[in-house]
Each structure stands twice: as structure tokens, then as C-alpha cells.
């Protein structure tokens, strides 16, 4: 069945008028051919006339007309699928009809009715045939080339696996084998020309075709069930990849099957936000966001447009991420009448904050804009705290003499019982809002705490993907060490609905779900991409994991509560707890001695200063911990 490549080039790179030209001809032809081999099946071929003729006439110019009123000629061969079918067989019951009816009115002959089904079977199994054929024919390469596809198996038998069932088999690259479902009702049934199995039988497809890959075509799927499916084929070795949703499909302007990332399986199942929260301090304001070029302060400026403030003004002092995310922004935008704002500034220089937020007249603030990297910080000690800490006090007493209305402070887990300078100088900001809180009435602080966020700068996510890519090591500061995580969407939308909560002074903690064992996370992620762990057991698996010991400052567990003074709220997923905080004189007489040892430059000097403010930072409480046993239980 295979053609020269240069007869089928020859055919393929036909105009498509031709195409169609030669597609209605070929169609007349079989009509015609099938008309008379009915009449010759019922032994009528013998009695030949004109009336005869003239019926197989009518039979082939109404099969033909009403195959192309059902737009059988529009659709291309190399996709064609059951619509095409329905299209042919439509179109030869109207021929069979119009048979019928000139016989009747036009009383040609008495026509068996048995010739009538006999034609309209021939004639749907020729025209369907033919083109199945053509397209083997002139579509499928030699059986060399064609063995070089990538045998998968789809899991998902609805429509998102029928659809990419068929676009796979239309492509050079994968040849699906086999699907699956977790329907017991639909096992043993043929979609899209594959045979549905039950989950359980997937090692046995995996070793009879030497399927490479897991295709899940479940785009409503929770990530609970993915784990689910995750976990049961990360022993086959097999590169898992998802069929993304229709928005995502209309977006990419095609098919695009993704890898499954590990954020589908750390991430919840998201929980319905409160609207009387989400824009309560956003809708119909002029908002202002530092740190706007950031992970999380980019995120809220996406979901702050989406809940149509007045005016939204980034702050920024990294001129390329400030452009970046302007330009994005001016797209969401789009025609709605909000004003955009970008301000290229830091939150140390109060005078220029102050003058902005007046000329702007600002009334909500969300304060991302810190120094996170917890081992860069450890070695510019005298940044982190003048930005985290000095630069919050700053912008503060800026929000409270221009009249701010709300203030809401992007803290971190990092901040309980802090171990290194990035958690003491967050904590440190905290305990300012708490004390400003007290001292005035005029702006409303609230502080919102959370652990990592999946995908952010700096995340131990992408680093672990750079090293897979690069044939490993992938490194480990700890094999027991744990952290929290949360997508980035979800922490900006709890961030909108806990900043509208709760008196001033309020510390919101978001719930992070279960900590991730961070071994068990880059485990994970080597299997998704295909790959075996190298180790004692396996000395020739792909890629090694190597223990490198804790960074200075580093924890091996992360909190969230400092105390055990925690109430719930109106959201499931933010619970409120008050801190203990400083008087504000004593936070004053601290401070004058923190900018002195700023000014220092005095490394021993700005610790001392810090932990005189921060009572819980003790940066000697991981030393012991990292000369622990490397199997020491978490």
C-alpha cells in the first residue's frame, strides 16, 4: 500500500480545488459502480434499459450534491474522522431517497427494494473505504520511519482523550496504543480506535508496546487524583505529560501536551474565594504595589486588575522586571478604564514614597517589596534588614501621613522563631506595623504570613529542574529537611481576602496544608521526567542526589504560629493569631541603635542590634541541628 514518494508528493501537494475535484469524481465513480453492482448482485444486470440509466444517474448526482451540502468536500483527508463518516453516510441515504422517488413519480420500472440496500451498503463502504485507503496510502510513511514513533497511552477515555487519540495518530511523532479509565463501565469498549483498559493493566501495556510515555487527558482532573495517577506510574519509567485545558489549548493557539510539573501535584485543589473580601479594599481604589516586578507582587497586580481598582501603581526598583510586568499589565487591561502606574523607586527613600502615594492618593497598599534570599541576606546583612525592616518603617509612616487606608505586609514563615537575618528583619517589620498600630488610627495594618511559593525566584523547584536537565547532581542542603508550599495564585488571592480582615495590628497565617519532605520533592521530580534515582541500590540509575549540608541561617523545619494564640476566620484556608509585639518606645530606642550599627558596617554589631529587637531570633539554633545524623527522623 505504499506509493513512490514522489506519487504521493504528486497528490499531497495538489491545489485543493483539484482535491476536491478529484475527490467529487472519484465519489460519482463509486456511486455509479456500486448502482450497478447492486443490480448485478440481484441478478437484474441482465435487464439493462435507459430507465436503469437514468436511476443510476439520479443515484450518483443526489449522492454527490448531498455529500457536498453536508460538507464532506471541507474536510481534509489526513484529519478526517467520524463526522466525515456521518457526512457519506447522510449523503447516500438522500441518494438512496432520491432513487426512490424518481422511481416512484416518474414510474420508470419496479425497483426491488432489496437493490436499494444493497446500493446504499456498497456505496457507504466504498466511499468510506476509499478514503481510508487514501489516507493510509498517501499519509503513512514507510514501516521504518513509522516504527521511530513514540508509543504512549492515553489515560482518560471522555473527549479530551478521543480528540487527542485522533490528533496523535494525524502526527509523525506518537502512536497511542492503548487507553485507560477509571470507568469500569467503558472497559473493554474501542474510543478513537483504541481499546479502553482498566488502570491496573498498564505495567502489561508498557512492556507488550514499550510505551514511553503517559499522556493524561483529564483537564478537570483535581490535583488530588493526579497524585494519584502520578504515583502509580512513576515506577514505569515513564515521561508523564498532561492534555492542557481548552483555555489553555485556545491560548496556545493549538495542541500543546505539557510535561506534568510538580507544582500540579504540591498545589491544592483551590477553594472558592469570599467576594465581599477579594475586593474590598481593591475595587474602586487607587492601590499600590511594591515590589510589583516580583513572583507574588506580579501576581497581585494581575488579580488586583481583575477586581477593577481606580489606579494601581507599581513600585519598583528593578527597572526590567518594572517593564515586564507594566507591559503584561497594559494588556489586561485592555479598554477598561483603569489607570496604570509604574514608579521606578525604592521603599527606603521616604520622601519620594511619601510623595508618590499623595500625588497618586493612594488607599490600599500591598507591601511585597523585600530581600527573600535567605543566604544572600546572611551575607549582606546590612541590606536585608535596612530594606526588609527600615525600608517597611519608612513606607509606613509615609501610608499614616498621607492618610493610607489600609496596609498590607507580605510576611513569611520564615519570620517564627527566625534562624537567620531575612526571617529576623521580616519579623522585625511585623513587630513596626504591630507597634505603629497602637500609636495611631488612621491606617489599618495587617501582616499575612505563608511559607514557600511554587515557581517564585529563588524556589528550590526550578533549581532542582536546572540540575535534571543538566544530568545532576540535584543538591540537597538535608534529607530530612521539610518546607511548605503554595501556588502563587493562591497565595495572592488569600492575601487580597486577609487584607480586608481583621483590627489593626492583625498577623494572618495562611494555611500552607502538610510540609513536603524536600528529598521526597526532588524523588518526584526526577521520575516525572523519566528518569531513576542513583544511589547504593541502583549505582547505574540517571542521576545522583547529594546531601551538601545546611546553609548558614537555613532551618530544618519551618513555622507559621510563634504562639498558640490562633482563631479562624471567615476563610477556611486564613486563620488569625496575635503576636507578642514591642512598645513603641522601646521599638524607637531600638531602631537609633540599629541605623548606628547600619551605619557601622559592623557585621557582629547589626546581629547584636537585631536580636536585641527580636526576641525569638537565635541564629545559633541550626548549628547543632546540621551536625545531626543525616537519617535523623523528621
Known amino acids: 500500500m505504499i506509493l513512490p514518494f514522489a506519487i504521493r508528493r504528486l497528490f499531497v501537494d495538489l491545489p485543493r480545488p483539484a482535491k476536491q475535484a478529484l475527490a467529487i469524481a472519484l465519489?460519482?465513480?463509486?456511486?455509479?459502480?456500486?448502482?450497478?453492482?447492486?443490480?448485478?448482485?440481484?441478478?437484474?444486470?441482465?435487464?439493462?434499459?435507459?430507465?436503469?440509466?437514468?436511476?443510476?444517474?439520479?443515484a450518483c448526482a443526489g449522492g454527490v450534491l448531498s455529500m457536498a451540502g453536508f460538507r464532506v468536500y471541507n474536510y481534509i483527508l489526513r484529519y478526517m474522522n467520524e463526522r466525515v463518516i456521518l457526512g457519506i453516510t447522510a449523503g447516500v441515504t438522500v441518494s438512496v431517497m432520491v432513487v426512490t422517488t424518481a422511481n416512484t413519480f416518474l414510474q420508470l420500472l419496479g425497483l426491488s427494494r432489496a437493490v436499494l440496500v444493497i446500493y446504499g451498503s456498497l456505496a457507504i463502504a466504498g466511499l468510506v473505504g476509499t478514503r481510508w485507503v487514501a489516507r493510509r496510502v498517501l499519509f503513512t510513511d514507510t514501516k521504518d520511519v513509522s516504527d521511530l514513533r513514540i508509543p504512549v497511552v492515553i489515560y482518560g477515555a471522555g473527549g479530551a482523550g478521543s480528540q487527542l487519540a485522533t490528533a496523535l495518530r494525524a502526527g509523525p511523532h506518537y502512536k497511542p496504543v492503548a487507553m485507560l479509565d477509571d470507568d469500569r463501565r467503558k472497559h473493554g469498549l474501542m474510543v478513537a480506535g483504541l481499546r479502553i483498559h482498566p488502570p491496573g493493566h498498564l505495567p502489561t501495556l508498557v512492556e507488550r508496546h514499550g510505551v514511553r510515555q503517559l499522556l493524561i487527558a483529564m483537564p478537570s482532573a483535581g490535583r488530588a487524583r493526579l497524585r494519584e495517577i502520578v504515583e502509580s506510574a512513576e515506577q514505569y519509567r515513564l515521561r508523564i505529560r498532561l492534555v492542557p485545558s481548552l483555555r489553555e489549548l485556545v491560548d496556545s493557539n493549538g495542541l500543546r501536551l505539557r510535561d506534568v510539573q510538580v507544582e500540579d501535584l504540591l498545589g491544592r485543589d483551590p477553594v472558592a474565594p469570599i467576594s465581599e473580601l477579594l475586593g474590598r479594599c481593591v475595587t474602586a481604589r487607587n492601590v499600590?504595589?511594591?515590589?510589583?516586578?516580583?513572583?507574588?507582587?506580579?501576581?497581585?497586580?494581575?488579580?488586583?486588575?481583575?477586581?477593577?481598582?481606580?489606579?494601581?501603581?507599581?513600585?519598583?526598583?528593578?527597572?526590567?522586571?518594572?517593564?515586564?510586568?507594566?507591559?503584561?499589565?497594559?494588556?489586561?487591561?485592555?479598554?477598561?478604564p483603569i489607570e496604570l502606574i509604574a514608579v521606578l523607586g525604592s521603599v527606603r527613600d521616604h520622601d519620594h514614597s511619601l510623595h508618590r502615594i499623595k500625588s497618586h492618593d493612594i488607599q490600599t497598599i500591598y507591601h511585597a517589596a523585600a530581600y527573600k534570599h535567605v543566604p544572600m541576606v546572611e551575607q549582606n546583612v546590612a541590606e536585608g534588614i535596612a530594606t526588609n525592616a527600615l525600608g517597611t518603617l519608612s513606607l509606613a509612616r509615609a501610608a499614616i501621613t498621607a492618610g493610607v487606608s489600609d496596609f498590607v505586609l507580605i510576611s513569611t514563615d520564615k519570620a517564627v522563631r527566625p534562624t537567620n537575618v531575612m526571617g529576623a528583619s521580616k519579623r522585625l517589620a511585623e513587630l513596626i506595623l504591630q507597634s505603629l498600630s497602637q500609636r495611631q488610627h488612621t491606617t489599618r495594618f495587617s501582616m499575612v504570613r505563608f511559607g514557600n511559593v511554587l515557581g517564585s525566584s529563588g524556589s528550590v523547584v526550578p533549581l532542582f529542574h536546572r540540575q535534571i536537565l543538566a544530568g545532576g547532581p540535584v543538591t540537597l542542603t538535608h534529607s530530612d529537611i521539610t518546607r511548605y508550599f503554595m501556588t502563587i495564585p493562591e497565595a495572592a488571592q488569600l492575601v487580597l481576602q486577609a487584607g480586608a480582615m481583621g483590627e489593626s495590628g492583625s498577623v494572618f497565617v495562611l494555611d500552607m496544608g502538610e510540609p513536603v519532605r524536600i528529598r521526597d520533592l526532588a524523588e518526584r521530580m526526577v521520575?516525572?521526567?523519566?528518569?531513576?534515582?542513583?544511589?547504593?541500590?541502583?549505582?547505574?540509575?540517571?542521576?545522583?542526589?547529594?546531601?551538601?549540608?545546611?546553609?548558614?541561617?537555613?532551618?530544618?523545619?519551618?513555622?507559621?504560629?510563634?504562639?498558640?494564640?490562633?482563631?479562624?476566620?471567615?476563610?477556611?484556608?486564613?486563620?488569625?493569631?496575635?503576636?507578642?509585639?514591642?512598645?513603641?518606645?522601646?521599638?524607637?530606642?531600638?531602631?537609633?541603635?540599629?541605623?548606628?550599627?547600619?551605619?557601622?558596617?559592623?557585621?557582629?554589631?547589626?546581629?547584636?542590634?537585631?536580636?536585641s529587637l527580636v526576641a525569638e531570633f537565635n541564629p545559633k539554633t541550626e548549628e547543632a541541628t546540621s551536625r545531626q545524623p543525616m537519617n535523623s527522623p523528621q
Open 288 to 336: 499600590m504595589v511594591t515590589g510589583a516586578g516580583g513572583s507574588i507582587g506580579s501576581e497581585l497586580c494581575r488579580q488586583i486588575i481583575a477586581l477593577n481598582p481606580t489606579r494601581l501603581v507599581l513600585y519598583e526598583t528593578s527597572e526590567p522586571a518594572l517593564y515586564t510586568i507594566e507591559q503584561e499589565l497594559i494588556q489586561l487591561v485592555g479598554q477598561r
Open 527 to 611: 521520575r516525572l521526567c523519566g528518569l531513576t534515582i542513583r544511589d547504593e541500590s541502583d549505582p547505574d540509575g540517571d542521576i545522583e542526589l547529594r546531601v551538601v549540608g545546611l546553609r548558614p541561617g537555613e532551618k530544618l523545619y519551618e513555622e507559621l504560629l510563634i504562639g498558640g494564640d490562633v482563631k479562624s476566620t471567615l476563610h477556611p484556608r486564613i486563620m488569625q493569631a496575635r503576636e507578642n509585639d514591642l512598645p513603641y518606645d522601646m521599638l524607637v530606642s531600638g531602631l537609633e541603635q540599629m541605623e548606628q550599627s547600619l551605619a557601622s558596617w559592623d557585621r557582629a554589631q547589626i546581629v547584636a542590634a537585631l536580636k
Open 27 to 58: 465519489d460519482a465513480l463509486i456511486l455509479l459502480v456500486s448502482f450497478y453492482l447492486a443490480l448485478w448482485l440481484r441478478f437484474e444486470l441482465f435487464f439493462l434499459n435507459t430507465s436503469y440509466f437514468a436511476l443510476s444517474l439520479a
